[in-house]
């Protein structure tokens, strides 16, 4: 089947996908002959290991089909950086903490490289309790938090109105979580895009090239771009690129997400991160406030529903009456990349030179700098953590 007919036979009915498995723009031919590494997706995962594997001295082409950098699961992702903020979907808090403790770093050298912005901002989180059965969660949540040594509180409603005065009186209480922060991803996948040497958009990859047990290439049309490893980072279109086998377990989870902003002549309603077990409220400093919190198996499907969009605003406005009054810019949806215990797939895969970094479920954002070391690390030989090894899905696979 060519190019064209491939193109004729996609489903109508489903949003094209922003994954490195299908067709896009032709891709430029690459500067060099042979890479030391290709990184497939152009999220900040594969950018930010891209940048962390050249910084070490690596020849690296990143390649993405989609036509602007961070536009899979980066593009609808809030960017909250709490790393026990929904410790009851599985998530390791210690892998979280660990990541966190990196973002000032990593937001200050790469707005300094870049010369971009990358929205970090240490504004705190509000977990806000909307009835008593909420409260009993958020309690658990606290307690946890507190055993972890963490700068969280738990405050009565008056003292969360008093932080946030448009919250609704009829809330139970909350938890004001102090080291709590948040990032733009769109920001930062474009300062990535900035400091990315070379970076191919619009070039979907076909399949990864491999021979004697070792990955030699990766394959866009009629191109093969040669390389000693290559790095899939495409998110939850990553098993369709498996050499070999069916690749890691990895599904696609939808979640909607939607872009409101503050009317002329109206005050920002809230002034830090605002989470409740059905939401998440996360104000930009341009007026801008990002609502989502979906969760659906859908397969691939991307579509915006009524559905998703009712029960966000109905879930924002429960705590946050003042979000009705907001215009309602955009409304997206993407696939989180989902593993069966939730945790990211992060190490060398069946072949000498594959490497996987995918599965980064609802913490993409919140995992990229330390995701991006541990890449180089085993780009450069070194083993990965046990904890995200590939290997520990041998037997699903199986």
Known sequence: MNRAERA????????????????????????????????????????????????????????????????????????????????????????????????????????????????????????????RDDAEALRRLHELQLSLSLDAEWLPPSRCRRLEPGLSPRIAGGILAHGDAQADPRATARALAAVAEELELGAPVDGIEHSG????????????????????????????????????????????????????????PLGRIVRTPRCYLVPRADGRVVLGGTMEEQGFDTTVTADGVYRLLEAAW??????????????????????????????????????????????GVLLAPLTAELVADVLEGGPAPPALDPARFAEVRA
């Open 318 to 363: 429960e705590v946050l009456p003042e979000v009705a009054e907001l215009e309602l810019v955009a409304a997206r949806a993407g696939l989180r990349p989902g593993t069966p215990d939730n945790a990211p797939i992060v190490g060398p895969g069946e072949l000498d030179g594959l490497v996987w970094a995918t599965g980064h479920w609802r913490n």
């Open 8 to 131: 004729a036979a996609a489903p109508p009915t489903v949003e094209p996908d922003p994954g490195n498995a299908g067709e896009g723009k032709e891709i430029q031919l690459p500067r060099k002959s042979r890479y030391d590494a290709v990184v497939i997706g152009a999220g900040l995962i594969g950018l930010a290991s891209a940048w962390r594997a050249r910084q070490r001295g690596l020849s690296v082409l990143v390649l993405d089909r989609a036509d602007e950098p961070g536009a899979g699961a980066s593009h609808v992702a809030a960017g909250m950086l709490a790393p026990v903020g929904e410790a009851d979907f599985g998530d390791d808090p210690h892998l979280n903490l660990e990541a966190r403790s990196r973002w000032p770093a990593f937001a200050a050298e790469l707005e300094e490289r870049s010369g971009l912005p990358t929205g970090y901002r240490e504004s705190g989180a509000l977990a806000i309790a909307a009835d």
């Open 213 to 268: 047990g070792r990955v030699t290439g990766v394959r866009c049309g009629e191109d093969v771009v040669e390389c000693g490893a290559v790095v899939v980072a495409a998110g939850a279109w990553s098993p369709g690129l498996a050499p070999v086998g069916a690749g890691p377990p990895v599904r696609p989870v939808k979640g909607q997400i939607l872009e409101l902003r503050v009317r002329a002549g109206m005050e920002p």
